[in-house]
């Protein structure tokens, strides 16, 4: 006697369209302008391609692949890829984008640190799930962090978006279209 359960083929199917999501999501991405899905603007192209250069070198004052990256430079690198062009510095940055709310957080999105005792000292790409990307002067490359840890959560300064649609943003610092 065979025992069938009717769940059965509920659970599998989903599971395999997740298993194939995520195969589909760590294949390579072409470049070009970021995808969004309908009115939602979530970069992943610019999440992929700052965790393509994972492991790039710090090199203070840099931004190329070639040279090595300090924070901002990263930002910088990984957002002119797409055609979005910031300030060259943390502070300059978190001080040309207007503050995000928390709860709109989402990835993609600016991180900024107060790491020197000075406002806007650091900054990385928000990745979800409390992690982010940056070029970290103490390892010596780029790497992901959580946001979860003392070290991160006590310097938190807040977040910001690049890609806000504010008319007045959108001459100096490009648009991203659907």
């Not at 199917?13 to 979530?42: E, H, I, M, Q, Y």
């Not at 999440?47 to 924070?71: I, N, W």
Request: hydrophobic share 35%.
């Amino acid at each position: 006697m065979v025992l069938r359960h009717p769940w059965r083929g509920l659970l599998l199917r989903p599971l395999g369209f997740l298993v194939l999501a995520f195969l589909v999501g760590c294949s390579s991405a072409p470049k070009g302008p970021p995808v969004s899905s309908g009115g939602d603007s979530t970069p992943l192209p610019v999440v992929r391609e700052a965790l393509h250069l994972l492991d790039s070198p710090y090199q203070f004052g840099e931004e190329t692949p070639e040279r090595g990256f300090d924070c901002s430079g990263l930002v910088h690198y990984v957002y002119g890829h797409y055609g979005v062009h910031l300030p060259r510095t943390a502070e300059d940055m978190a001080l040309f984008l207007p503050p995000l709310e928390e709860s709109l957080k989402r990835p993609g999105d600016l991180v900024f640190f107060n790491t020197t005792g000075k406002p806007y000292s650091h900054v990385g790409i928000y990745l979800g799930n409390d992690q982010f990307v940056h070029a970290s002067s103490a390892q010596g490359k780029v790497i992901v962090s959580n946001f979860l840890m003392p070290y991160w959560s006590d310097h938190y300064e807040g977040a910001r978006r690049p890609f806000l649609e504010s008319p007045a943003k959108r001459e100096t610092m490009g648009r991203w279209m659907p």
